[in-house]
């Protein structure tokens, strides 16, 4: 072997000694759960499950106001709502990575029946999507979270 592919051999090593050395060391990415950041009408900076609340009282009242689905929600019982919310935290929370437990009924079996469609299901998301617009939620969480949630559409819609 020549001095000069000793040489490249050698820088090679290096550089992937070096490569795995960093990967080794890196620490994962926070969760979406720790990246849910807000700032509250008071100016407190929230996180985590109080962020997510928040979000989750906006969205429910962002549902109550609109026409396209309001009809669902506005004979709930304020027992109904309050568990409702505290539901959707749970989930909400439970899917970014969270340390909460959704113990509520899966999604067909809460949604079988109530004939929602498709019409409806966009109304929904663009609500969520306006409460966490409100609370300036960035583009990447926003994405991520809805992406998590999506695939419940075919548990719900139709049902």
């Given at each position: 072997?020549?001095?000069?592919?000793r040489?490249?051999?050698?820088?090679?090593?290096?550089?992937?000694?070096?490569?795995?050395?960093?990967c080794?060391?890196?620490?994962?990415?926070?969760?979406?759960?720790?990246?849910?950041?807000?700032?509250?009408?008071?100016?407190?900076?929230?996180?985590?499950?109080?962020?997510i609340a928040?979000?989750?009282?906006?969205?429910?009242?962002n549902?109550?106001?609109?026409?396209?689905?309001?009809?669902?929600?506005?004979?709930?019982?304020?027992?109904?709502?309050?568990?409702?919310?505290?539901?959707?935290?749970?989930?909400?929370?439970?899917?970014?990575?969270?340390?909460?437990s959704?113990?509520?009924?899966?999604?067909?079996?809460?949604h079988?029946?109530?004939?929602?469609?498709?019409a409806?299901?966009?109304?929904?998301?663009?609500?969520?999507?306006?409460?966490?617009?409100?609370h300036k939620?960035?583009?990447k969480?926003?994405s991520?979270?809805?992406?998590?949630?999506?695939?419940?559409?075919?548990?719900?819609?139709?049902?």
């Open positions: 072997m020549t001095r000069g592919h040489i490249s051999r050698s820088l090679l090593l290096l550089l992937l000694f070096g490569i795995v050395s960093a080794a060391t890196m620490e994962p990415a926070p969760s979406l759960y720790k990246r849910l950041t807000l700032v509250d009408p008071t100016g407190t900076p929230q996180a985590g499950r109080a962020a928040l979000m989750v009282d906006d969205f429910v009242a549902l109550v106001a609109d026409p396209r689905v309001n009809k669902r929600f506005t004979s709930l019982q304020p027992a109904a709502v309050t568990k409702f919310k505290s539901n959707l935290a749970d989930q909400i929370c439970e899917a970014a990575g969270g340390p909460c959704y113990l509520g009924r899966d999604m067909k079996a809460t079988t029946g109530m004939g929602i469609t498709e409806e299901w966009n109304a929904t998301v663009e609500d969520l999507v306006k409460a966490l617009d409100k939620i960035g583009a969480e926003k991520e979270l809805l992406g998590l949630l999506g695939p419940m559409k075919g548990e719900i819609v139709g049902r």
